[in-house]
């Protein structure tokens, strides 16, 4: 559109990719992140899911539809102008440097259709490799994750998190 340097189309191209395409993102590190504990999960109720990116890949290379990477984090304030549609079509892919103790690896599912959201077939045996429990998560809460994973036929460990400082 006129008169706005194309900002109009950026938010509507923008707005149209996230109709057509889900993300499930990944936190890429070796250990617990204490930022991540604070941000996202909280003392008490998060949880966290470790897994490894060819866990991931392996998971999820069945599905055409799915591709893998890692974000890449940029100075928005320093990116030429030329650059800025490129930036629009790395929507899924591309956040602010300033989001880069995050460290994230994301599947992006791209649909035929939009919608509330796509089945996707995962063996959770095979990706996940331990799953975290907040800080202060209480004994009910862990009782009824390893009740849920066992049902979906995972075997995996699950562990209160080894951050005293949050607890």
Same mark, same amino acid.
């Given at each position: 559109?006129?008169?706005?340097?194309?900002?109009?189309?950026?938010?509507?191209?923008?707005?149209?990719?996230? @109709?057509?395409?889900? %993300?499930?993102?990944?936190?890429?590190?070796?250990?617990?992140?204490?930022?991540?504990?604070?941000?996202?999960?909280?003392?008490s109720h998060g949880v966290a899911v470790q897994s490894t990116v060819q866990r991931l890949y392996e998971c999820l290379k069945h599905d055409a539809r799915i591709s893998i990477h890692r974000v890449e984090y940029q100075d928005f304030c320093t990116v030429q102008p030329d650059y800025l549609p490129s930036l629009v079509h790395l929507g899924g892919i591309t956040k602010r440097k300033s989001?880069? @103790?995050?460290?994230? %690896?994301?599947?992006?599912?791209?649909?035929?259709?939009?919608?509330?959201?796509?089945?996707?077939?995962?063996?959770l045996g095979a990706l996940i490799e331990t799953i975290h429990l907040a800080p202060q998560a209480a004994d009910w809460q862990e009782k009824l994750l390893r009740e849920l994973t066992a049902g979906c036929g995972a075997s995996a460990p699950v562990i209160h998190s080894g951050w005293e400082d949050l607890r």
């Open positions: 559109p006129a008169g706005d340097g194309g900002r109009e189309a950026q938010e509507y191209l923008t707005s149209k990719k996230r @109709a057509y395409h889900f %993300v499930s993102c990944w936190h890429l590190n070796e250990d617990e992140s204490m930022f991540m504990w604070r941000h996202y999960g909280g003392p989001f880069n @103790a995050e460290r994230e %690896v994301r599947a992006i599912l791209t649909a035929k259709s939009s919608g509330d959201g796509v089945p996707v077939r995962v063996d």
